[in-house]
């Protein structure tokens, strides 16, 4: 009989099932060799899966964490971060504080008592950029303005003119797959101030098999120092306006940010492979 693996799905930065993005959770003794990690991932079909195991200790991290997509490895994943910590502490495998080894570095994670996970991220470095000639087109509207996102992230932040605007947006996925490393991330100022956020966005990452990723947190570690330089604050809170929708708080910490949400087991099962 095939070796059985628990595999949970987690739905993060929502307090309710059938929202905020959903991703698998795999808590491994090891981390098997890349072909099964991304074959498990295009099963999952999520977009993406979280595959963790402890390391020994006295390092300077808990807990080794990998994200694959269906389609590729990722250097940072927010929403299943988040997903890895709660099912951590809703198993009791883990409390309060975690350390993750990733490829950005030691994230850290804290589980609080009323069910949220903060997360302290690397901030994406921001630098203004011109939108290369085809890319509007694709995605369906005209940019106030274009930041590349960095190394980590490898996307185009597109400001656009307001909130209906990233609302309405029907991309050309195959032609946005062109213009940037993994993807763009379209924002605006929130339209209603009373609303409980402070900036919308939609997040499209066709070139790493995700056409709309439903609530992005790892975006949002640019979306916080775009926002919080124009409205002056450092904590905020962002509307990801996807079809499932999510809230993501945000604080700016000079080179660090820190995400909050929250997040609810949906699925747990055995994976046979």
């Given at each position: 009989?095939?070796?059985?693996?628990?595999?949970?799905?987690?739905?993060?930065?929502?307090?309710?099932?059938?929202?905020?993005?959903?991703?698998?959770?795999?808590?491994?003794?090891?981390?098997?060799?890349?072909?099964?990690?991304?074959?498990?991932?295009?099963?999952?079909?999520?977009?993406?899966?979280?595959?963790?195991?402890?390391?020994?200790?006295?390092?300077?991290?808990?807990?080794?964490?990998?994200?694959?997509?269906?389609?590729?490895?990722?250097?940072?994943?927010?929403?299943?971060?988040?997903?890895?910590?709660?099912?951590?502490?809703?198993?009791?495998t883990a409390?309060?504080?975690?350390?993750?080894?990733?490829?950005?570095?030691?994230?850290?994670?804290?589980?609080?008592?009323?069910?949220?996970?903060?997360?302290?991220?690397?901030?994406?470095?921001?630098?203004?950029?011109?939108m290369p000639?085809?890319?509007?087109?694709?995605?369906?509207a005209e940019?106030?303005?274009?930041?590349?996102?960095?190394?980590?992230?490898?996307?185009?932040?597109?400001?656009?003119?307001?909130?209906?605007?990233?609302?309405?947006?029907?991309?050309?996925?195959?032609?946005?797959?062109?213009?940037?490393?993994?993807?763009?991330?379209?924002?605006?100022?929130?339209?209603?101030?009373?609303?409980?956020?402070?900036?919308?966005?939609?997040?499209?990452?066709?070139?790493?098999?995700?056409?709309?990723?439903?609530?992005?947190?790892?975006?949002?570690?640019?979306?916080?120092?775009?926002?919080?330089?124009?409205?002056?604050?450092?904590?905020?809170?962002?509307?990801?306006?996807?079809?499932?929708?999510?809230?993501?708080?945000?604080?700016?910490?000079?080179?660090?940010?820190?995400?909050?949400?929250?997040?609810?087991?949906?699925?747990?099962?055995?994976?046979?492979?």
């Amino acid at each position: 009989m095939p070796t059985s693996h628990r595999i949970r799905i987690v739905d993060a930065f929502t307090e309710r099932p059938f929202s905020g993005n959903p991703a698998g959770v795999l808590l491994l003794d090891a981390f098997p060799d890349d072909a099964w990690l991304q074959n498990v991932a295009a099963e999952v079909n999520h977009a993406e899966t979280a595959f963790a195991h402890r390391l020994p200790a006295g390092g300077e991290a808990d807990w080794a964490l990998r994200w694959f997509t269906p389609a590729t490895e990722v250097d940072l994943c927010g929403h299943a971060t988040l997903a890895t910590a709660h099912v951590l502490r809703t198993t009791g495998t883990a409390e309060g504080s975690v350390r993750f080894a990733t490829r950005s570095g030691v994230l850290t994670t804290t589980a609080h008592a009323d069910g949220t996970v903060t997360m302290d991220f690397p901030t994406a470095p921001l630098t203004p950029a011109e939108m290369p000639g085809g890319a509007a087109e694709a995605l369906g509207a005209e940019a106030v303005a274009a930041y590349d996102t960095g190394a980590h992230l490898g996307d185009l932040l597109v400001e656009l003119a307001d909130e209906k605007t990233v609302r309405a947006l029907t991309p050309d996925h195959k032609a946005l797959a062109r213009y940037s490393r993994r993807g763009i991330i379209a924002t605006a100022h929130a339209e209603d101030p009373a609303g409980g956020y402070d900036f919308v966005s939609r997040c499209f990452f066709p070139r790493v098999g995700i056409d709309e990723d439903p609530v992005t947190g790892s975006a949002h570690t640019a979306l916080a120092p775009f926002w919080s330089q124009r409205l002056g604050r450092a904590e905020l809170t962002g509307l990801q306006a996807s079809a499932r929708s999510g809230l993501v708080r945000t604080e700016l910490r000079g080179d660090r940010t820190i995400l909050t949400g929250h997040a609810v087991t949906v699925i747990e099962g055995d994976l046979y492979a």
